[in-house]
């Protein structure tokens, strides 16, 4: 399976952030997408969900024009953290993670044995019965995360997931991401400013400078010369 | 650890549980309706009336206003919930949107106006409260179409509310006494206003419009978890329209028929998700509709007053229980929050 894009031009009201970038990411790979604040990181996700409409060019998943699939089954492929999510805070962490999921796949036993794999995965099986408000922000962010994955998606677009924990939890959310990309062959992006989280994680990374985006495979290389583009331009 | 299955089969448990308790409570309390009253109609005659009198007592009063009292205490139970949702705020209600606000200054004019002098009937009454409750509606919905939050849209309601209030509060000044008895009397909320036939009609209506939002169910449920947010922008805001029009429309036709009830509307979902400790609408939904119509029945006995030769209005029998139910749950709760 795989996501590419051909000559994709994506923004907002028809104004591009990105001009013409192709590109091609096979299922199983970790892509980290850096830039500034404002450079489309986010842009990108929201196109891929079908929330902005893609200005020029074809986002093709498998081969076929994701613009000809239904609401329904672009979310069934893609499932989006943003990095600030709207929760109600009375509800139990439970209920976050079955609202979550399909309808069907809570009435099936194997579904609800996969959501508890989930769960040891995500470390959070100890507050599973809290309500959402008695959380820290890091445990949160643990919940959070463990609520896309009930959706079962084949590419997983995280935006920002690092911020809010703590060295342990970061690295237990490297093993979890690791882990549902080679294991499962979950395709994932991450959007970060986390440097170091991203130089754990990531197969492949793309920044996004001046509408173009570099891509580089050497994930060291372009996080050296990304650091040095920002200490120049500061 | 404890799975997935076990908390899921736990809740599914409690709720076949309650749900259970809430009939058999509602068949409690509606034997005691249809038995206690100052017509002197038996316990034993509920169900077997030796005379036209108990059949009359019973056909025409006590079942139409038993089956008004679970009707009305289930629509409005199930219009705060769906506000609460809505606005994701516990203490939103079916008044706060200037529905009841726009069912009374319609029904301030009739009074005012004199138009009830020319009929006994509630018919002018009736259709001038749905005439402006569903007036209020569009008037609030031309206003939100520009706002993308929900909190404007509430704000809008609240300020509609209390120009209402402002115009009622004229025409009372200016009203003369046998119109103000009148127009406070339907103020003070009542079982007691519907035929069979109004019955049917606003059954129907709320049938429609619970069918309705249960299948909509697993949508609320996304909202409360922001999953509608961004991306799903257009989804969102048709899910806010229609269980806005639901809540309303619902609403609208209750307070024409039975005057502004007091505080079922807010209290009940919260008890509810108090009880229930979760709060997915798959089993919200029914849940409230069942305690909002065991409370309506339980608080039109209170106001019934079996035991004395008078009565007391429904809203005060309602507020005295209500309040205190939305105060608790704020001192019960850890942290001081609904």
């Known amino acids: ?234 | 650890m404890t799975s997935i299955k076990h908390i899921l089969l736990r809740e599914k448990r409690r709720f076949r549980l309650w749900m259970l308790l809430l009939l058999l409570i509602i068949v409690l309390f509606s034997i005691l309706e249809l038995s206690l009253g100052s017509a002197g109609v038996s316990f034993v005659e509920v169900f077997n009336p030796q005379d036209d009198y108990s059949k009359f007592v019973l056909q025409e009063i006590r079942i139409p206003r038993l089956l008004t009292a679970l009707l009305i205490g289930g629509a409005l139970s199930f219009s705060g919930l769906v506000l609460q949702t809505v606005f994701r705020n516990p203490l939103v209600g079916p008044s706060v949107l200037g529905i009841s606000s726009g069912a009374s200054l319609g029904v301030a004019l009739v009074t005012m106006a004199g138009v009830s002098s020319f009929s006994n009937s509630d018919v002018p009454k009736v259709f001038a409260a749905i005439v402006f409750s569903m007036g209020v509606l569009l008037l609030l919905f031309s206003v939100a179409g520009r706002f993308r939050d929900n909190a404007s849209v509430l704000i809008v309601g609240m300020l509609i509310s209390y120009l209402a209030g402002a115009v009622v509060d004229i025409l009372i000044f200016m009203s003369d006494n046998d119109a103000l008895k009148e127009f406070t009397l339907w103020g003070m909320g009542s079982f007691s206003r519907m035929n069979y036939g109004e019955i049917l009609v606003v059954s129907v209506l709320l049938l429609i419009a619970y069918v309705i939002v249960y299948r909509n169910r697993h949508l609320m449920n996304l909202y409360l978890i922001g999953e509608l947010d961004e991306v799903n922008e257009k989804k969102k805001r048709r899910l806010v329209f229609l269980l806005i029009i639901i809540a309303g429309v619902t609403t609208a036709f209750v307070t024409a028929f039975c005057g502004p009830i007091a505080f079922i509307g807010i209290a009940i979902p919260n008890l509810m998700r108090f009880v229930l400790k979760i709060s997915d609408h798959k089993y919200l939904l029914p849940g409230t509709v069942l305690l909002g119509a065991a409370v309506a029945v339980m608080c039109d006995l209170l106001s019934a007053m079996p035991w004395s030769d008078h009565s007391l209005p429904v809203n005060a029998v309602t507020s005295l229980f209500g309040i205190p139910i939305i105060v608790f749950m704020i001192f019960k709760s850890r942290h001081k929050t609904l």
Request: charged share 25%.
């Open chain 1, 1 to 234: 399976m795989s996501l590419s894009g051909e000559n994709i031009v994506f923004g907002y009201d028809a104004k591009p952030l990105v001009n013409a970038f192709s590109f091609e990411v096979q299922s199983g790979k970790v892509v980290a997408i850096l830039g500034l604040n404002g450079s489309g990181k986010t842009t990108f996700f929201k196109t891929l969900m079908g929330g902005i409409p893609l200005i020029d060019g074809t986002l093709l998943w498998n081969g076929k024009d994701i613009k000809d699939l239904s609401f329904s089954e672009r979310h069934q492929i893609f499932s989006w953290l943003p990095a600030r999510k709207v929760i109600e805070e009375r509800l139990k962490v439970f209920e976050v993670l079955t609202f979550s999921a399909p309808v069907n796949l809570l009435k099936q036993e194997e579904d609800l044995s996969e959501m508890d794999e989930v769960i040891r995965l995500m470390g959070i099986e100890s507050f599973l019965e809290k309500s959402y408000h008695e959380l820290s922000e890091g445990q949160k962010k643990k919940v959070e995360i463990a609520a896309l994955l009930m959706k079962k998606s084949s590419v997983i677009l995280l935006d920002e997931p690092s911020v809010f924990l703590d060295i342990a939890n970061q690295a237990d959310l490297v093993k979890a991401i690791k882990q549902l990309s080679k294991e499962k062959g979950k395709t994932i992006f991450i959007s970060s400013h986390n440097l170091d989280f991203i130089r754990s994680c990531a197969d492949v990374c793309w920044e996004i400078s001046g509408s173009q985006v570099v891509v580089n495979d050497s994930v060291a290389d372009i996080l050296m010369s990304y650091s040095d583009n920002i200490n120049r331009d500061c």
